[in-house]
């Protein structure tokens, strides 16, 4: 046990059983996949596509989604612009505690600042946050509008809204960006596997 | 995908992968191991013995720490009764988001009211939710005083300090309560073992 800041009386607590060995045990490497996107640009349908994916290989992961979470961690906070940041940096550490855990934690929410975004990355190891860029046209998003929240966005019954009255500012280094082939939107499935075959490639779906 | 709370505008997305899934890969059930008490009363040791002896048998547990999660994502807060229960309902669902992913969760944090116990109990399926009492002394506790956070409340350097001029209400029903044997504190491994029993007797370390 060792003091952090004595003036809050904050200690840290360190346990033998450590990522290392919760890592071994499940033969797979904790890390975050941050789904960033336009609502309706396929975010949660990728993160279940993955989530399948990793599922049928043995993989334990699990499925941070930013509106699920509004109704259990997050409840207490609104779409104003300091509770979005709240809303991201809350669901950041949860699933930098999900890593740590050694899952691969699948964060899926339109977390639409960079800076945001970048902070969360911060709190990660090195490497162990793969940022996903859905970077697909507004019009698509638009036109699909599941939740029908575009349509409230234009008729201006919603305020604020990413990609209408609010901007979504795109990643600048991310490590996936999946976007239309040939202008059309790669099935899901395709989409996973890009992701799935990164994590090979990196070595997150063994632990060496 | 289901609409809930229209006004709010934010939809529950449900995934193919589930927690049974997750329990099978697992081979165990999630669920979650409260453990309250005084500070000094042993929880942090607790926590790292029964978790040790968890991971032994091939289980995957994660320790929430009170203290630790205060460096991350509960940093926001401090010791004033709002922030108190805050602090301990943000723990509540991030325990139950792990328990959801199928892991066996241990929080372990002074928690002294027991409403806001109660409340975490409430977030959680039936019987999932373990809560471990260590009734220990105050004596005791404030003589192992491994912080010296008691000799600042006594002091009065430290105001509103659980046990010192704070209550401490004890559970009314907790599935286990830890307590001096014949005068002594158990070793820790006797009383991570009484809890190591329960999880196998309720079955909570298969899936079946």
Redesign the interface.
Known sequence: ?S??GNG??????E???GKS??QK??DQKGCVVWITGLSGSGK?TL??SL??EL?AK?K??????G??L????NK?LGFKFEDRT?NIR?VG??A???A????ICIASLISPYRKDRDACRA?LPDLSFIEVYMNMPLELCEERD??G?YK?ARAKK?KGFTGIDDPYEPPLNCEIELSLQDGVCPPPGTMSGRVVTYLEEKGFLEDK
Chains 1, 2 share one sequence.
Do not use: Q
């Open positions: 046990m003091a952090i809050t009386n904050i200690f840290w607590h346990c033998p059983v060995e919760r045990l499940l949660s993160a279940c989530s399948r599922h043995g334990l992961s699990y499925v941070l989604d509106d699920n509004r109704h259990g961690l207490d709240e809350r550490e949860v930098k505690l999900f740590d855990a050694g899952l709190m599941a939740k929240l409230l919603i």
